[in-house]
């Protein structure tokens, strides 16, 4: 049977509800959508995007593609940057890897067996790469996210167990010293810092600019935590002699430790000069660090760092956690992260192999070769080393005049900025204290860097040098303070703190060395 309903009168509507429930008001958002057919024809291309402070609104999820894509498109192309180490280059196969892993947590050993298992793998493959031992207790080691972060964990290592061996002797545990180069990058400069160990430099000279492995060795003291030797230097890729510091130390009967910063040269030197002993074949090389970001070929964010043996990396600082459901030894910084990059790295480890990296490192070093002869034919004095004597990089500046009296109006700042108008990136640098304020340029060259882009880059600089040649030195000078002023992003930049501006405790602040990128 069929009932008729009636059809109640407004006011009888939610007669049914409480007094108190309809006195709530709610504050549910009720707004249009203001988003059109056309991300430009939208409202939001006609407003500035959100700088300072949180948006109340939303925005369609195509418009803040679009949007964000557009700001990004003022950066510079990665591949023309030969100021960088870091991979700008990897396969789609990797690509579409990594990203299928971006909400990985990759501490999370319960949940992500396998990522965690990828990484020990990786630490293994890396390790023997180091040639580490395998009697003792074995080597050991972890992923981080960059060799900032390896180099702080060794340094970590090294003072605690300086410190445990001068408590077990009942000697005094202040001031705690590292030996490095005057060359070293920043993030040595950072460890000391924050990790209060006094730094003892070994000065670069303006005909050498590496470390001078007696005058290393002569600084060592009981207060000695460690000293740190450079397989390629961030300046001219030059690799420092570790193999005659640690036969130094064998001779004097010292049992200081060596850490190795391998950052760069970590991938290249096993490939390309695989006799040459800096790693663990050096009984006093305790720890090497290597960034896989780099001559590791993947995308910027994962290092390594290597300990030859475990008993190098003392217990209390490793700490055993279990709270996402898994008993796990940690030793880093940092906790959460995502295992996109070790996977990365895992993919080219297996997807290379040996010939591959060889074959990738051997064209590198041949491209480098081919540019510092090119150079050279220029008239440039070139710094860097050549086949495999370095890092694929070519380190060079202007020749000092012929005559003596004769100025010169330009230099090697000037090239820079020319070359960056015609879009490359080839930083200038003042070197490292006393080399008479040296100035030079730098290109790195990395896996997509051919010789057929080479052969631009050749020219252009040429093209620059005769642009410069032609205008007298007030119109350089000019141009030069114009660049300063209003081209150059680092000097727009408004985010710095004016407290923190013009610090004088670094290396850079107390002699003007240019920290060089990495």
Same mark, same amino acid.
């Given at each position: ?5 009636? $059809? ?44 300072? @402070? ?48 971006? #909400?990985?947590?990759? !501490?999370?050993?319960? @949940? /992500? ?70 060359? $070293?990058? $920043? ?42 030797? !450079? ?19 064998? @001779? ?53 760092? !290597? ?73 440039? $004095? ?5 086949? *495999? @004597? ?38 200038? /640098? ?27 880059? !050749? ?30 992003? #680092? ?17 850079? *602040? ?9």
């Amino acid at each position: 049977m069929v009932h008729l309903a009636k $059809v109640p009168h407004d006011h009888e509507v939610n007669n049914e509800l409480p007094e108190a429930i309809k006195k709530i008001s709610l504050q549910l958002s009720n707004d249009e959508d203001s988003f059109t057919t056309s991300v430009y024809g939208s409202k939001f291309a006609a407003e500035d995007l959100p700088k300072h @402070e949180m948006p109340e609104g939303e925005m369609p999820k195509d418009v803040a593609y679009r949007m964000i894509k557009d700001e990004l498109s003022l950066d510079g192309n990665p591949m023309l940057n030969l100021a960088s180490f870091v991979t700008t280059y990897m396969e789609e196969e990797a690509e579409k890897l990594m990203a299928e892993s971006f #909400s990985k947590n990759f !501490i999370d050993y319960e @949940e /992500y067996p396998q990522s965690a298992d990828i990484q020990n793998r990786c630490v293994s493959m890396i390790g023997r790469l180091f040639n580490a031992p395998s009697d003792g207790e074995g080597a050991v080691g972890t992923s981080c996210v960059g060799s900032s972060e390896a180099i702080m964990l060794a340094v970590l290592a090294m003072k605690k167990r300086w410190k445990n061996k001068r408590q077990a002797a009942g000697k005094s545990t202040d001031k705690p010293n590292i030996i490095m180069s005057s060359a $070293v990058q $920043v993030c040595w400069e950072k460890a000391t810092r924050y990790f209060e160990v006094d730094e003892k430099l070994v000065y670069c000279t303006p005909d050498r600019f590496v470390i001078d492995p007696q005058q290393t060795v002569d600084l060592v003291d009981e207060n000695t935590i460690g000293i740190c030797v !450079i397989l390629g230097t961030t300046y001219t890729g030059e690799y420092e002699d570790v193999k005659s510091v640690n036969d130094l130390l064998i @001779e004097k009967g010292l049992d200081t430790p060596i850490h190795v910063d391998a950052a760069s040269g970590g991938f290249v030197a096993p490939f390309v000069t695989p006799d040459l002993e800096w790693d663990f074949r050096c009984e006093h090389v305790v720890s090497i660090n290597v960034s896989g970001h780099k001559y590791g070929l993947v995308y910027p964010g994962v290092g390594w760092v !290597i300990w030859r043996d475990a008993e190098f990396l003392p217990q209390e600082l490793v700490f055993n956690i279990n709270y996402l459901g898994a008993d796990q030894s940690s030793f880093t910084l940092n906790f959460s992260k995502g295992a996109s990059q070790v996977i990365g790295q895992y993919y080219q480890l297996i997807r290379l192999g040996k010939k591959g990296y060889r074959a990738i490192m051997s064209n590198l070093t041949r491209t480098a070769n081919y540019l510092s002869d090119a150079l050279e034919t220029l008239g440039f $004095v070139i710094m860097s080393k050549k086949s *495999g @004597e370095g890092l694929p990089l070519v380190a060079f500046r202007l020749a000092d005049p012929a005559d003596p009296e004769t100025e010169r109006h330009y230099d090697e700042f000037a090239i820079a900025h020319k070359l960056r108008a015609r879009g490359w990136v080839v930083p200038a /640098y003042t070197m490292a204290p006393n080399t008479n304020n040296l100035k030079m340029l730098r290109v790195v060259v990395r896996e997509d860097f051919t010789k057929n882009r080479c052969d631009a880059l !050749i020219a252009d600089i040429r093209y620059c040098q005769q642009l410069l040649e032609q205008l007298d030195k007030e119109s350089i000078s000019r141009q030069e303070d114009f660049i300063r002023k209003h081209a150059m992003n #680092s000097d727009q930049a408004k985010h710095n703190h004016p407290r923190y501006r013009k610090e004088k405790h670094s290396i850079q *602040g107390k002699h003007g060395k240019t920290h060089s990128i990495c």
